[in-house]
């Protein structure tokens, strides 16, 4: 069995929460994992997200994200608790050009 829930909420006008989780059992064993996210919107095209989750793996992120014209947006992901990851993607409407 298992089971997915999650609640958002505008906080105000610019921000938002998400909190949720999720849990599995099959048998004598199971496991699970829970999520929070603060979404500030700092332009019509700007936002950025903070994002916590533990579980199997606890996880700490930082996310930007800049629409550049009508069809393309860019987004820069950091990531991690003990070791940094940075990632860069870069989208044209649905197509990905560089990661």
């Known amino acids: 069995m298992a089971m997915t ?3 958002q909420s505008q906080i105000s006008k610019n921000n ?3 909190i ?3 849990m599995a059992v099959n048998g004598n064993s199971g496991g699970g994992a829970a999520s929070a996210v ?3 919107q700092i332009s019509p095209a700007a ?3 903070f994002m916590a989750a533990a579980g199997l ?3 700490v992120g930082v996310q930007t994200s800049r629409q550049l014209s009508s ?3 860019a987004t820069m992901v950091e990531l991690g608790l ?3 990851i940075m990632a860069m993607r870069v989208t044209e409407g649905s197509q990905q050009i560089c990661d």
Do not use: W
Request: hydrophobic residues 40%; glycine residues 8%; positive net charge.
């Open 47 to 49: 936002s950025i997200q």
């Open 82 to 84: 003990s070791q940094a």
């Open 16 to 18: 938002a929460i998400a």
């Open 20 to 22: 949720g989780g999720n």
């Open 71 to 73: 069809h393309s947006n």
């Open 38 to 40: 603060f979404r500030h």
């Open 57 to 59: 793996r606890a996880l």
């Open 5 to 7: 829930s999650e609640a």
